[in-house]
């Protein structure tokens, strides 16, 4: 164990902030609550920043370890709003009671300006708000799962698979939209 590698847990022990640890396996996520040249003991979170276990991991494993990065930052935002990122999800009025299809969700979604996640059929996905919408086209306004705008883009109405109206990730860019420059500081508490 290196000293830069020390240095590094010792900070985000000291902050208690959440750090990834790369392995020759998984990633783990979590807040170091000790290390030893010997062994790291991590309290683990998921990538929604939920708690799961304490959990050990021999520091001869370790290969990487990420602190205050925006990926970081970004599940440590999670944890601390979950009454947001994990509300019910809101469904559009009269989902119920109407015959939907992609188009139709696609223009409530535009008349409301709800944030959406669209996967497409070649498996791509994009978070964004329907700014324009024909018969054959959409046009959206993309954003970054970190809230950041990520321009425009076109699409085939017919290349949609699946429509997310209000998902975790959706619920969070919605809040990091209201909350600008929220991933650029340290959590508060």
């Known amino acids: 164990m290196g000293a830069l590698l020390t240095d590094m847990l010792e900070r985000a022990q000291r902050s208690r902030r959440v750090v990834a640890i790369q392995t020759g396996g998984p990633m783990f996520l979590g807040y170091v609550l000790s290390h030893n040249p010997e062994l790291l003991v991590l309290r683990t979170l998921t990538r929604q920043g939920l708690p799961t ?23 440590e935002f999670k944890e601390h709003n979950p009454e947001v990122v994990y509300a019910l999800p809101a469904a559009p009025d009269g989902l119920a009671d109407a ?24 498996e791509t996905s994009f978070y964004g708000y329907v700014a324009r919408l024909t018969e054959e086209e959409l046009l959206l306004e993309v954003y970054t799962q970190f809230g950041e705008a990520d321009g425009h883009s076109v699409m ?28 650029s500081q340290p959590p508060a508490g």
């Open 53 to 75: 276990s304490v959990q050990t991991i021999s520091m001869a494993a370790v290969t990487q370890v990420h602190f205050d990065d925006r990926y970081v930052r970004l599940i």
């Open 99 to 122: 015959y939907l299809t992609i188009p139709a969700l696609l223009e409530r979604a535009r008349q409301a300006r709800q944030l959406l996640q669209l996967e497409t059929h070649s």
């Open 156 to 183: 085939d109405v017919d290349s949609i698979r699946s429509v997310m109206w209000s998902n975790e990730d959706t619920r969070t860019i919605e809040l990091l939209l209201r909350q600008p420059g929220a991933l």
